[in-house]
C-alpha cells in the first residue's frame, strides 16, 4: 500500500490519493506520511485527507512530520487539530515539539483547552498524570441505568473509552467503577449505586508509569482511573497508552544494558552521527578505563603467558563463557524483577537456587572444555586448568548476574544500568585472576 502511494505521490495522481485514502485505516496512513522525506509533498498528503480523520492521523505520525505540518498550517486549522486531540496524545505532541510550535499551538487553542494543556503538562514526566486522558464517563450516584444511558451517549464522542465507567459523588469523589455489560444486563430502574464495585483499584497522579503498567498486567485492564489526594477522579489510563509505555520502558532498558545514553525518541536514521557518538561515548570511555584493570591483571601473569602459550588463546573462550552466563541470568533477574515476581527479600531464595544451576551449568560446560582442550592441545593437564577455573566462573558470573541488579534495585539503582556494563568490567577481572592462578597451580607454573 505504501509502494500505491509513493507512485501516485510521484505521478501527482491527488485524486488517486484521495480515493485510496478512503479505505485506508488511519494507522496506515500515518505510516505513509512517515515514510514522506520532502516537507512539501508531506504536506500536500496531508492536505488532502478528509478533515474528519485529520486529526486523528495527525496524533499517529512522527514528531517530524507533525512539526512540518504544524510550521505549514494557519491558526484556524490548528485549532481544529488540537481542539480534535485527545488531551493526552495533544500533550505528547507538545512535549516533542520546540518552544515556538508550542506557543503557535497554544496561541491556536480555546482557553478551555489551553488550561488543561498546561495542567497535564505541569506533570512530572513519566507518572500517571503525563500519560492520563480527561476524556472519559463519569455517572453520578443515584443515577438509574436509563438515565445512564442517556448520559453516555451525551459524552461518548469525546471520551477515550465506554467500556468502563466511573461513579462519583457531587464532589467528583471516586465511589466505584461499572462495566458497559453490567449496564446492559440491568434493570432499567435500577440505579448504579447497586451494580457498581466499589472495590476500586485506582493509580494517583504521582504513580510511576512502570508501576501503571504492572497493575495494567495483573488486573487485566482496559482502562485505570486516576485520582488525587482527596480520591477525585481527575483522569484514566488506558490500555493504549500502557503499551506505548511499555515499548518505551523495554527501549530504555535495552539501552541501558547496551551501555548507551539516551534522552530522547528519535529514529535512528534520522539522529545525526555525533548524536550516536555522544548516546555511546560516555560508557564506552568509562568500560574502557576500567579495562585497564584486567590488562594490568593479564601483565602481572606475562610469566606464566611466556610458559604456555595455549593458555592465552583459551582465555576469550572463558571470558566468553562467563559473560553469556552472566547476561543470562541478569536478564532473567530484571524480567522477574519489572514483573514484581522477585524482590530483594528474595536474595537468598535465589541465591540457594543459583547455586546449584550454576553448579550443575559449570560441571556439564566443564567437561566439555576438558574434552575439546585435551583433544585439540594433547594435554590432560592443560583440559583440567581450564575446566576447573570455568566451573567457578561460571558461579561467580552467576553469582554477580543475579546479585548486581538485586543491590541496583534495593538501592533504587535502576537494574538495567548495572546488568551489561559492569557486570562485564567486574567479570573480565574476575575470570583473568581465577583462571590463571588455578593454571598456575595446576601446571605449576
Known sequence: MTQEISTLIENKDFKGLKTIFQDMLVPDIADALDSIEDP??????????????????FSYINPEAQETIVK???????????????????????EEMPANIVEKVLKGATPETRRT???????????????????FVRLKLGTTVDEAFDHIRNQCEEAETINVL??????KVLKGVLT????????????????????????????????????????????????????RIVGIVTVDDVIDVL????????????????????????????????????????LLITGIFTSMLIEAYETTFASISALICLLPMLMGAGGNCGTQISTIVIRSLSLKEITFKDYFKVFFKEFFVS?????????????????QHGSWLLGLAVALPLILVIFIADFLGFSL?????????????????????????????????????????
Open 166 to 171: 466511573y461513579v462519583v459523588d457531587e464532589k
Open 247 to 286: 515499548k518505551e520502558e523495554t527501549t530504555e532498558d535495552f539501552e541501558k544494558m547496551a551501555a548507551i545514553h539516551t534522552s530522547d525518541d528519535e529514529p535512528y536514521l534520522k539522529t545525526s552521527p555525533f548524536k550516536l557518538v555522544a548516546r555511546r561515548f560516555t560508557w564506552l570511555g568509562i
Open 405 to 445: 541488579p538485586l543491590l541496583a534495585k534495593k538501592l533504587k539503582l535502576d537494574p538495567a544500568l548495572i546488568a551489561t556494563p559492569i557486570l562485564t568490567t567486574i567479570l573480565d577481572c574476575c575470570v583473568v585472576f581465577v583462571y590463571f592462578n588455578f593454571a598456575s597451580w595446576i601446571l605449576t607454573l
Open 40 to 57: 512539501t509533498t508531506i504536506m500536500i498528503v496531508y492536505r488532502l485527507l478528509p478533515k474528519a480523520i485529520s486529526a486523528e492521523v
Open 359 to 375: 553448579l550443575m551449568l559449570g560441571i556439564l560446560l566443564g567437561i566439555i572444555a576438558f574434552i575439546a582442550v585435551t583433544i
Open 117 to 135: 494543556i498546561n495542567k497535564y503538562l505541569s506533570y512530572k514526566e513519566d507518572t500517571a498524570g503525563a500519560i492520563m486522558t480527561p476524556e
Open 180 to 231: 458497559i455489560k453490567e449496564l446492559l444486563l440491568a434493570k432499567k430502574s435500577q440505579i448504579v449505586d447497586e451494580i457498581l464495585t466499589d472495590n476500586v483499584v485506582a493509580a494517583t497522579t504521582d504513580m510511576d508509569q512502570e508501576k501503571i503498567a504492572t497493575i495494567f498486567s495483573k488486573y487485566d485492564f482496559l482502562a485505570l482511573p486516576v485520582v488525587d489526594k482527596e480520591n
Open 72 to 94: 505549514s498550517l494557519n491558526n484556524t486549522e490548528i485549532s481544529f487539530i488540537i481542539e480534535e486531540l485527545a488531551t493526552d496524545d495533544a500533550v505528547d505532541f507538545l
